[in-house]
């Protein structure tokens, strides 16, 4: 009895603290299936986001990767890919891409977000991983546009340009990007995702995550123009790159002044450049669909130009990427016509025109028209 009371109180001893020494685990496991195959492939939660352990998803797809100098490269036929641990840019046949997710080591196995796997899957093969219940399910990329994000400016503490009458660039913005959604939807098909609904504010980084979390194919960012010329007017739209006159580095200082509600300043820097580097792969696209918006707006603003400028909320998104000012806020009549419901419902279809005509050419250039 003494001794069966003496392993009692060891085991009663014993069980919490070894409670607590037992594995946390979050491993999960998933099939992933694979040219008639299913393999069995490791998902770790890493800071609330799931990861999957790429060597062997890799493994499936024949790829060999290699641990070298804290660098880990990904070799197929001609095609390479590159990963630093903990870093945001990953370098892509030479083509630099950031991430708002990074590579993770853990015991010593790389694990990866599904937007990274993707984004190689896309660049390599052509395919791309879909995460439904217990499986991975592989299929083939139809780069079509299936995904947008649309931005409405400024909100919240932060009410974008004012205008002579006291209407606000948030409150216009809002409308004409709610009416664009319920368009692009509607006629094309084409899921729409809003960074703000309300009256909100949101950093701009944050708009950017919004989009590259939901793997969308596009990012439309609405605002409306001022200046302390009262009499401009007209519609501009900007892709990003490095300001090339006064004027676009005037405008891009005033959208980045957004920053400052969320304690940054816009000053370049080394992290500025390698976003910059980042989006080239873009570079060409979004400049055609900056052309295709602009000459649809054009039918109801005056014409001006399409421009290229270093936007913080345009930076971080691994699309291709617009900032659209519909109008001068700061004129008069550019004013009093952003208030008008009608005239807003103009900006939203011809931005939507410009939408339509960029998924032609899209699909027409990649040849699955």
Not at 146 to 168: Q, V
Not at 280 to 303: G, H, M, N, P, V
Not at 304 to 324: D, G, K, W
Request: aromatic share 12%.
């Amino acid at each position: 009895m003494r001794i069966g009371r003496f392993v009692k109180r060891i085991f009663l001893i014993i069980l919490p603290t070894s409670y607590f020494l037992l594995p946390t685990s979050n491993l999960y496991s998933y099939q992933l299936k694979y040219q008639g195959k299913s393999y069995t492939i490791e998902e770790k939660k890493i800071n609330g986001y799931s990861y999957f352990k790429a060597e062997d998803i890799f493994d499936c797809f024949g790829f060999n990767l290699s641990y070298e100098n804290g660098r880990l490269n990904l070799k197929y036929k001609n095609h390479s890919a590159l990963f630093i641990e903990s870093n945001p840019f990953i370098s892509i046949d030479g083509r630099l891409l950031n991430f708002t997710l990074t590579p993770e080591i853990d015991n010593n196995d790389l694990y990866l977000p599904l937007i990274i796997l993707n984004s190689v899957l896309k660049s390599l093969k052509r395919e791309k991983i879909t995460k439904k219940e217990n499986g991975l399910i592989v299929s083939s990329m139809r780069p079509r546009l299936s995904s947008i994000t649309i931005d409405p400016g400024h909100g919240g503490k932060d009410s974008g340009a004012r205008g002579h009458y006291g209407y606000f660039e948030k409150d216009a913005v809002l409308d004409i990007s709610l009416e664009l959604k319920k368009m692009i939807e509607k006629k094309l098909g084409i899921n729409c995702i809003l960074t703000r609904k309300t009256d909100v504010f949101i950093g701009l980084g944050e708009r950017a995550k919004i989009a590259n979390d939901n793997s969308c194919d596009l990012f439309l960012s609405i605002h409306c123009n001022a200046c302390k010329d009262r009499s401009a007017y007209g519609a501009e739209v900007y892709f990003l790159s490095p300001a090339k006159t006064n004027w676009a580095r005037a405008v891009e200082a005033r959208e980045n002044a957004s920053l400052k509600y969320e304690g940054k300043t816009p000053e370049a820097s080394v992290e500025y450049i390698l976003w910059d580097m980042a989006q080239t792969e873009f570079l060409e696209e979004s400049s055609t669909l900056c052309k295709y918006i602009l000459d649809a707006l054009s039918k109801i603003a005056k014409r001006r130009f399409v421009s290229q400028a270093n936007f913080a909320v345009l930076r971080s998104t691994y699309m291709p990427a617009c900032l659209i000012e519909v109008e001068f806020i700061s004129n008069k009549e550019g004013e009093r016509r952003l208030k008008t419901e009608k005239f807003k419902k103009e900006c939203a279809k011809h931005i939507f025109e410009g939408i339509k005509a960029y998924k032609k050419f899209y699909e027409k250039k990649m040849s699955y028209e």
